[in-house]
């Protein structure tokens, strides 16, 4: 089973659409959690952190369900800049003091005019 | 902005040789990262340095591999006798904490022929 397994879609909506993301994660012990956007051959960004009580940041939204090891991003009103592949990113506890992070997929996101 | 910088931004080597790329953290980062991504696949982890030392490495990082902060500035990843399957993009990242945002470079895009 994938360490983080994404829907690679892609997604095509129209501009002012709202999209939502779904992620699931095996390892129970997954300590943080993330959403990163990722252009096309460019470098991953973070996007925003994912907490348990859930997080919103303007248009996007990100839940997280520890119980059910699952992760959502919803975004409302998309934008033609929001087409980019979304990336569902978690770390998991480790011996060493760095941030290992282990990374999905991602899933492919286009907005049409 | 501070940001990672990673030189050169492609590379194309024949099978067989050594590469190294480099990388330039954010001044104030202590934590230094590598991750690669193969073309249409996801990024992995590849290495993490504090202190002078490797933190983690994943399976990926084999004998063939190495790292090294050679002055105070530069971080680099030197492959030895590279294969095809080396071919891809590898990305630098830094944090300020072992529990803090990474930052990436824009990468190296690596071609090995």
């Known amino acids: 089973r994938k360490e983080v397994e994404q829907d690679p879609g892609p997604f095509n909506v129209p501009e002012g659409a709202t999209v939502a993301f779904n992620c699931t994660y095996s390892?129970?012990?997954?300590?943080?959690f993330f959403w990163y956007r990722q252009d096309c051959r460019k470098e991953p960004k973070l996007l925003m952190s994912v907490y348990s009580s859930g997080n919103e940041d303007g248009r996007f939204t990100a839940q997280l369900n520890r119980a059910s090891q699952y992760i959502s991003l919803l975004i409302r009103d998309s934008k033609l800049s929001d087409s980019a592949t979304y990336l569902c990113?978690?770390?998991?506890?480790?011996?060493?003091?760095?941030?290992?992070?282990?990374f999905g997929s991602g899933t492919q996101l286009t907005v049409l005019p | 902005e501070p940001e990672v910088t990673q030189t050169p931004s492609h590379q194309v080597t024949q099978m067989g040789q050594e590469v190294i790329l480099r990388c330039v953290p954010i001044s104030n980062h202590l934590y230094f990262y590598w991750y690669r991504q193969i073309l249409g696949q996801k990024v992995e982890f590849l290495v993490s340095?504090?202190?002078?030392?490797?933190?983690?490495k994943s399976e990926i990082f084999d004998d063939q591999f190495s790292v090294e902060r050679p002055d105070g500035s530069n971080f680099t990843l030197k492959i030895r006798s590279t294969k095809l399957e080396d071919s891809a993009m590898y990305f630098c990242?830094?944090?300020?904490?072992?529990?803090?945002?990474?930052?990436f470079g824009q990468g190296t895009r690596l071609t090995v022929v």
């Open positions: 340095f504090y202190n002078n030392e490797i933190s983690e």
């Open positions: 990242a830094s944090s300020a904490l072992g529990n803090t945002e990474a930052f």
């Open positions: 390892n129970s012990a997954s300590q943080s």
């Open positions: 990113v978690v770390t998991l506890l480790s011996s060493g003091s760095a941030r290992q992070l282990t």
